[in-house]
């Protein structure tokens, strides 16, 4: 993969990651194997007639991920003088340890790719367009933070939240920190319900708004979703959404309630999410009483099964290594749930001869960051509902701001 030169590269805080950095060349060094790599580690030559060198230590993780991500420029050596030019140094005067920082110092935006080539689990190769849409302002120290955290988990996936700050219509005007959440195993992120609501009462606090997730692929070279990422990614962002309407409604429920509400709605398709809304909305209109225990109540006796799956949402992704037959159970068992609910609300509504309201139900854009560690590839993913298409899916191109 090729970038621009100018353009596509994202500075970190080279304060912050210098220091990490100094201690990973010292644990290498003397953990290392292999005496050469120690030696030249040791001595820190020039790096412009040492740089063919490094071409034998490539049985060391961090050095063939070092070349690697040299090679995703058009050449090293041009890689490390635009890299140079941008620091205001002489590529001469580069050692090799300063190469290594300048590594951990950047990230690549993806939107500035063209494509980037996917391996599906049979091994077959293809090639994903980046499709861009819009730009989303990140602040340094919230991609530094989140960088940090994939570098120091690289072997595991992590996962975090992004807050930050919405305009009036919704959308997203900057992201501003970074809050990480854990590290799960090689190939799966973990996000915990609780950790979501801790997170969003924390927010509530200082006026930020949750607008995004994050997790990393250490394994992968393009940050790229998957379709267990895709359904991560429409959850939280139906989470946030319904939320975020009942925030803005003059209701007397609980934040738990609110919560908790928001949780199961969020497994449903939009269009019924937004029934159910409008019904509760007429309701409030009425003041009827709002029948809240309902749809927790036929959610839970149609949905023991997935409950059951899902280890009382400790993790709310459907497994990639859940069968068909497990997923077609568990989507007929959402449908009787909401048919269900949908026969009770419309029962009440139909006794009062009052007709659901027409609501303004939108889903909040939600960004949802992936980070490669080692090829330090980086992009933000968000899903075009306006979009009738089967690739709704885009890149926001990224602005990094002090």
Known sequence: MSIEYKQGLLELDYKQTEATTDKTVQALIERTKLPGLRKILTENPLLYNKLHYLENFKSNSLIKDLLD????????????????????????SITIQQLIKFYYSYLIDASFLRYVSVIDKKGNISNLYIQVLGALNITKNSLTNLAEHARLFRKHEISGFLSGIRNPDGSIQEITQYIPVTKGTETHAVFNQIDLIRTIKKLNNINEALVGFCHSHPNMGAPVFSSEDKRTHLFFAKVCSTYHYFSELNIHFS?????????????????????ILAAIRTMLRKRLRIPFGLALIHFSRNLSFVTQIKNDYTFFIMKDTYN?????????????????????????????????????????????????PRSRNFGIVDIDYDNNTRNKWFYYRIIGKK
């Open 69 to 92: 991500w040299l090679d995703s420029f058009k050449t090293r050596v041009r890689a490390i003088e635009q890299i140079c030019k941008i620091r205001g140094l002489n590529y001469k």
């Open 255 to 275: 934040d738990y309630r609110i919560f908790k509400l928001s949780f199961h709605l969020a497994n449903y398709k939009i269009a019924q999410i937004k029934f």
């Open 324 to 372: 068909a037959n497990i997923r077609k159970d568990i989507q007929e068992r959402l449908n009787i749930a909401y048919n269900d609910l949908k026969e009770k609300l419309q029962n009440i509504l139909n006794k009062f001869k009052i007709e659901p309201e027409t609501i303004e139900f939108n889903m909040l854009p939600f960004a949802g960051a992936v980070i490669c």
